[in-house]
């Protein structure tokens, strides 16, 4: 049951943001930005999915969290740190089912 709504939340979120045609809000596709191709090209998932978290925070882009499909508390955490790094706590909304970090996230922003 669980698995069915975190898969529905995680669709209707990428549907919502409009990434199903793998840009930014921004604009540039993601396959375009060069540090995001240097993570396309790694092997291992959880190098790939963390050196896409890296890449997010450094570019201070929420949206490239949602590149990390296989480990979903690595794209909460990605997006708390995007969030964090912004100062802005409209963007923690966009972490699903983990209240923790959701708090964490709040707090860091100023917002608690």
Same mark, same amino acid.
């Given at each position: 049951?669980?698995? *069915?709504?975190?898969?529905? @939340?995680?669709?209707?979120? /990428? #549907?919502?943001?409009?990434?199903?045609?793998?840009?930014?809000?921004?604009?540039? $596709?993601?396959s375009e930005i060069p540090e995001m191709q240097h993570c396309n090209d790694m092997q291992a998932d959880q190098d790939r999915e963390?050196?896409? *978290?890296?890449?997010? +925070?450094?570019? %201070?882009?929420?949206?490239?969290?949602?590149? #990390?499909? #296989?480990?979903?508390? @690595?794209?909460? @955490?990605?997006?708390?740190? +995007?969030?964090?790094?912004?100062?802005?706590?409209? /963007?923690?909304?966009?972490?699903?089912?983990?209240?923790?970090? @959701?708090?964490?996230?709040? %707090?860091?922003?100023?917002? $608690?």
């Amino acid at each position: 049951m669980n698995y *069915k709504l975190g898969f529905t @939340l995680i669709l209707s979120t /990428i #549907i919502l943001s409009g990434c199903l045609g793998g840009e930014t809000q921004s604009g540039p $596709k993601l396959s375009e930005i060069p540090e995001m191709q240097h993570c396309n090209d790694m092997q291992a998932d959880q190098d790939r999915e963390n050196c896409y *978290k890296d890449v997010a +925070v450094e570019n %201070r882009d929420w949206e490239m969290c949602n590149e #990390i499909n #296989i480990y979903p508390n @690595l794209r909460n @955490l990605c997006i708390q740190m +995007v969030a964090i790094k912004k100062k802005d706590s409209d /963007i923690c909304r966009h972490i699903q089912n983990d209240d923790w970090r @959701l708090d964490i996230c709040l %707090r860091g922003t100023g917002s $608690k």
